[in-house]
Nanobody
Framework: QVQLVESGGGLVQPGGSLRLSCLASDISFSIYNMGWYRQAPGKQRELVARIITGGNTNYADSVKGRFTISRDNAKNTVYLQMNSLKPEDTAVYYC????????????WGQGTQVTVSS
């Protein structure tokens, strides 16, 4: 059974940094496009960053220059380095794995809370 397990969330002061990790199991990790999404209270889930199988990345405008997504296919892990955190980054962050092969294969982690507050 495919599992995505996020870790690294927590409470951080504005301007601080956190590094989220997402470990994937029972999945051919290297052929999946990986993404980080977030959902703040009362808001829709939104894409934060995505890294495709070839390594290309894209980011939400709100995090460009502050967040970096990366992947280690040997470790079945995708990371999100978050710097210069702002209170508006507070949300539950979710890891996503997706690929298309005649049908869509789409998996989600359980989420990890990130709170930016003084």
């Amino acid at each position: 059974q495919v599992q995505l397990v996020e870790s690294g969330g927590g409470l951080v002061q504005p301007g601080g940094s956190l590094r989220l990790s997402c470990l994937a199991s029972d999945i051919s990790f290297s052929i999946y496009n990986m993404g980080w999404y977030r959902q703040a209270p009362g808001k829709q889930r939104e894409l934060v960053a995505r890294i495709i199988t070839g390594g290309n990345t894209n980011y939400a405008d709100s995090v460009k220059g502050r967040f970096t997504i990366s992947r280690d296919n040997a470790k079945n892990t995708v990371y999100l380095q978050m710097n210069s955190l702002k209170p508006e980054d507070t949300a539950v962050y979710y890891c996503n794995a997706v690929r298309w092969a005649g049908t869509q294969y789409d998996y989600w982690g359980q989420g990890t809370q990130v709170t930016v507050s003084s």
